[in-house]
């Protein structure tokens, strides 16, 4: 009998032994550890960098901005955008057939805007910064170039010489929607921004070429000017000049800016 209850025994302690064993490198197996483990919240991604895909389509392969979001709580955030900005050529001027001509082209510029957002709440499914918002914003853009070219040939005699200046400040009001793709990915729609402005213009341009042909240069330098900086309404003609004003600017098709993001 006593034979039989230590082999009981010893069969019961090995059996603990072998079930501790098991459970120590199978902790799946454990009964809600597996379940908790997936219950566990994700870290909330409060941060998104991202880049302005709108604006070399529009000024060119020059204008290159990147930006910051931050949320503020579940229906807030601020962002920061600060870049490169380039307006594309206003003319362009053949001299590969020429020879006997000198030219030179400096440009310069930058972009620096901020907004603030309110994601709303009773309008979107999910937290800042996925869904409709709306908020005021405030942006600066600075731009200057200088170009000069000289031609003595049997075709073509004359001078151009240009410096031109822009900057502009504003402030308005602007309603998007952003898109999280996945947990990682954002697209940023800016779709409408009426804001008020101020700007400064400065420009001195001289040329001697033949009224006609003087004529249609400028033509078309105001044609791109008007084309490609909102609510630009001023007309450029030879000589210097300055001007400084403000008015507003509520076009829809101002402050459409598409950017795709990261988020961490």
Do not use: W
């Not at 942006?139 to 031109?164: E, I, W």
């Amino acid at each position: 009998m006593n034979c039989i209850t230590g082999r009981i025994l010893r069969m019961q302690k090995q059996s603990v032994l072998g079930l501790a064993i098991f459970f120590l490198f199978f902790p799946g197996f454990i009964p809600g550890a597996h379940s908790q483990e997936s219950k566990s919240p994700k870290r909330d991604l409060k941060n998104t960098i991202r880049i302005n895909l709108t604006n070399p389509l529009i000024f060119g392969s020059r204008s290159f901005i990147m930006g910051y979001e931050r949320t503020v709580g579940k229906h807030q955030s601020f962002s920061v955008n600060l870049g490169q900005f380039s307006l594309p050529k206003l003319f362009s001027i053949n001299t590969d057939s020429l020879h006997n001509v000198s030219k030179s082209n400096k440009s310069s510029g930058f972009s620096l805007s901020a907004d603030y957002r309110f994601y709303l709440a009773k309008e979107n499914q999910y937290h800042s910064p996925h869904g409709i918002y709306i908020g005021p914003y405030t942006s600066f853009n600075y731009f200057d170039r200088k170009f000069d070219l000289h031609a003595n040939t049997a075709s073509f005699t004359g001078d151009l010489s240009t410096d031109f200046s822009f900057r502009v400040a504003t402030l308005g009001f602007q309603l998007g929607y952003q898109f999280v793709i996945g947990r990682r990915f954002t697209l940023d729609l800016i779709l409408f921004g009426p804001g008020i402005s101020s700007y400064k213009v400065k420009a001195a341009l001289s040329t001697s070429l033949d009224p006609d042909s003087e004529a249609e240069l400028f033509t078309k330098i105001n044609a791109v000017l008007k084309e490609k900086i909102p609510g630009y309404s001023l007309v450029v003609k030879p000589g210097a000049f300055e001007k400084t004003g403000s008015g507003s600017i509520t076009s829809f098709g101002y402050r459409y800016i598409v950017m795709a993001g990261f988020r961490f």
